[in-house]
């Protein structure tokens, strides 16, 4: 069935860098997601991936895609308190951009001053 | 407004009865989602309206919940005779066909259930 599957808990220290690791199970997804929440807020997008690529950067966030093992890392460079917030990886539910999302339970990032 | 508005923000109910949940996504997104968001969970997905397909069920939990989604844009999200295990923040989300489908999420509905 569908799955994303996601650790629940990182603790950093500040400037050190991040890496969320995500598994997911439809190997159809066109595009996969990172969503951040920070605390008594709502969901929003932070960065994607197209599936036919392998990484994709934006400044301090690095996305890396393994399609052979379904595996989503995020990693965060030099990170800050105000990194502190919970980290959901996401899938497509089949091809395209429309369909079905499925989340995964979230990573909480601590990050000590 | 320029968000996906959710009502009422809290709403605190007695186990047994039914409540509603509204959503008002942007305007022009075709696509509609709610989400569950319980304590030390992640969300879990309910349902999932595109265009005037049929919608997507497979995530409600029981036949207590339901939805409907009129004119392709207000969703009322219904739980009919609570249970405290419903107790949760429940979310809605609006996407675009375009570009990359980035779901916009409201700020939720935190319910409980006493």
């Known amino acids: 069935g569908e799955d994303v599957e996601q650790s629940l808990f990182l603790s950093v220290r500040e400037g050190d860098s991040s890496v969320i690791n995500c598994t997911y199970t439809?190997?159809?997804?066109?595009?996969l997601y990172w969503y951040k929440q920070e605390p008594g807020a709502g969901l929003q997008l932070l960065t994607y991936i197209f599936s036919n690529m392998d990484m994709k950067q934006d400044q301090r966030l690095t996305v890396l895609l393994n399609k052979k093992d379904k595996h989503l890392s995020l990693r965060i460079a030099d990170t800050q308190t105000g990194d502190s917030a919970i980290y959901f990886c996401?899938?497509?539910?089949?091809?395209?951009?429309?369909?079905?999302?499925?989340f995964g339970q979230g990573t909480t990032l601590q990050v000590k001053p | 407004g320029a968000g996906v508005s959710q009502s009422p923000s809290n709403k605190v109910t007695e186990k047994g009865k039914d409540v509603e949940l509204r959503c008002d996504p942007i305007s022009g997104h075709t696509a509609l989602y709610w989400y569950r968001q319980s304590l030390g969970q992640g969300l879990e997905f309910l349902i999932y309206?595109?265009?005037?397909?049929?919608?997507?069920k497979s995530g409600l939990p029981s036949d207590r919940f339901s939805a409907e989604r009129t004119g392709g844009s207000v969703s009322t999200l219904t739980i009919q005779r609570t249970q405290q295990e419903d107790s949760a923040v429940y979310l809605c989300?609006?996407?675009?066909?375009?570009?990359?489908?980035?779901?916009?999420f409201g700020e939720g509905s935190r319910l409980t259930v006493l």
């Open positions: 439809d190997s159809s997804s066109t595009y």
């Open positions: 989300a609006s996407r675009s066909a375009r570009d990359t489908g980035e779901l916009f």
């Open positions: 996401a899938e497509t539910v089949g091809s395209g951009n429309t369909g079905k999302l499925i």
């Open positions: 309206f595109q265009g005037n397909s049929a919608p997507d």
